[in-house]
């Protein structure tokens, strides 16, 4: 059932600008790489060269730091969870799905997995984007797969808590502004703390993905822990409340 309703889901969001913004915005953050590492280095290989370092890595490193990327992604994943459920409330099809013998916390599941997928798709596109990026710069290093392997995985898994937030927010105010001003303040608080006060930002589910690049001195285990710890405790506690809600 729960894989059915997930297709209904994908089925409604057909035709939606949803999907060009999932397409466009991992693209156009790539650009901005490009740009910066213009403006910063010229040559990739040539300043690689010079400080010995990987060029596929300082990529990485402008994705997750000057670019703002995991930043960037915060906005994003709360822009999905806003459109998902504002489809819900406009043709008011959430209050229908409860008159019919589904699960309530089965509707809420299959609503948090569309919003997770989307969100990994995101993060898939800027990932080829980067690789695309390097061959286009000619990058002279050998292409760590495992790296980007592990930089995708750790995204993935980092997002968890904002995914889960994102989805119990969306689906407890008909307005989209509440839920956004949410992702807005998350996208402030999360760039802000993992620098400035790190130990805050180890219990903050919006800073996980600046940690899971693991350069900066950015250790990947928060990110990991972080994202599956609060994913998994906000995404019950949503549940709980999903299912003793009285849906008008």
């Known amino acids: 059932m729960l894989i059915k309703l997930v297709r209904i889901d994908f089925i409604k969001l057909k035709g939606n600008f949803l999907w060009k913004l999932i397409l466009l915005v991992p693209i156009i953050s790539v650009i901005l790489v490009q740009l910066l590492i213009y403006l910063q280095f010229n040559s990739i290989n040539h300043f690689t060269d010079q400080k010995g370092v990987s060029g596929w890595l300082l990529i990485i490193s402008q994705n997750s730091g000057p670019a703002l990327w995991p930043s960037i992604i915060d906005i994003i994943i709360m ?10 409330f406009k043709d008011n099809s959430l209050n229908t799905q409860m008159c019919f013998p589904i ?3 089965k509707v809420f599941l299959g609503k948090f997995t569309v919003i997770y997928i989307l ?3 995101v993060i898939v596109i800027n990932l080829f984007g980067l690789i695309i990026l390097g061959k286009l710069n000619n990058v002279s290093d050998t292409f760590p797969l495992v790296t980007y392997s592990k930089y995708f995985l750790y995204q993935c898994i980092s997002i968890a808590g904002i995914v889960s937030i994102s989805n119990w927010v969306s689906s407890l105010f008909k307005n989209p502004l509440i839920p956004y001003v949410v992702g807005v303040i998350g996208f402030i608080i999360g760039l802000v703390l993992p620098r400035e006060l790190p130990y805050i930002s180890y219990v903050f589910p919006y ?23 609060s994913g998994a405790l906000i995404l019950v506690i949503s549940i709980f409340e999903f299912v003793n809600r009285d849906i008008k």
């Open 79 to 88: 822009i999905i969870s806003i459109v998902v459920y504002q489809i819900e």
């Open 207 to 229: 800073s996980y993905p600046i940690y899971s690049s693991g350069l900066g001195g950015f250790d990947t285990k928060v990110a990991v822990l972080g994202g599956i710890i």
């Open 103 to 105: 699960k309530k916390s």
């Open 119 to 121: 969100s990994m798709f």
